[in-house]
């Protein structure tokens, strides 16, 4: 099994990795347009932005992690490059998120999760909480894990 670090977005070149992470699998790969890609949350200080990594050093990975309701976070933009799914990225890169939501005093965690993800966060402890429905015209769907 691959090792991998994850570590918090703390500069303009780690900012500048996660948006390429971002570019290849949300604009390129799914075709999403770039204007609805990056959003007012990517510049505010107090949300949360992860990367992945391999050994190596290369950026494999990213989400963040926003305040959203009382008592609850959202995580959003979670994005492994596609050689790198199925390999335990993304639970690793989720574990330190909800380690993150937990340090924050967050009870919940809620997240819009492509529909063809699904099964990856259900096997996290996330349910469904809602309807499908199109985002980018992209099958999506609520989902919810309590924190406590």
């Given at each position: 099994?691959?090792?991998?670090?994850v570590?918090?977005v703390?500069?303009?070149?780690?900012?500048?990795?996660?948006?390429?992470?971002?570019?290849?699998?949300?604009?390129?790969?799914?075709?999403?347009?770039?204007?609805?890609?990056?959003?007012q949350?990517?510049q505010?200080?107090?949300?949360e932005?992860f990367?992945i990594?391999?050994?190596?050093?290369?950026?494999?990975?990213?989400?963040?992690?926003?305040?959203?309701?009382?008592n609850s976070?959202?995580?959003?933009r979670?994005?492994?490059?596609?050689?790198?799914?199925g390999?335990?990225?993304?639970?690793?890169?989720?574990?330190?998120?909800?380690?993150?939501a937990?340090?924050?005093?967050?009870h919940?965690?809620?997240?819009?999760?492509q529909?063809?993800?699904?099964?990856?966060?259900?096997?996290?402890?996330?349910?469904?909480?809602?309807?499908?429905?199109?985002?980018?015209?992209?099958?999506?769907?609520?989902m919810?894990?309590?924190?406590?």
């Amino acid at each position: 099994m691959m090792e991998y670090s994850v570590k918090m977005v703390t500069s303009e070149a780690d900012r500048e990795q996660v948006f390429n992470v971002r570019k290849v699998v949300f604009v390129d790969e799914q075709l999403v347009p770039e204007d609805l890609e990056y959003d007012q949350y990517d510049q505010q200080a107090d949300v949360e932005q992860f990367m992945i990594s391999t050994q190596a050093g290369k950026v494999i990975g990213t989400a963040r992690l926003r305040s959203y309701a009382e008592n609850s976070g959202k995580v959003q933009r979670v994005a492994i490059l596609a050689e790198y799914r199925g390999t335990g990225a993304g639970a690793l890169l989720m574990e330190a998120v909800e380690k993150m939501a937990k340090d924050k005093g967050f009870h919940m965690l809620q997240l819009d999760g492509q529909l063809q993800a699904r099964y990856f966060y259900e096997r996290l402890g996330y349910h469904a909480t809602g309807e499908v429905f199109l985002d980018a015209n992209i099958e999506h769907i609520s989902m919810a894990k309590k924190m406590i």
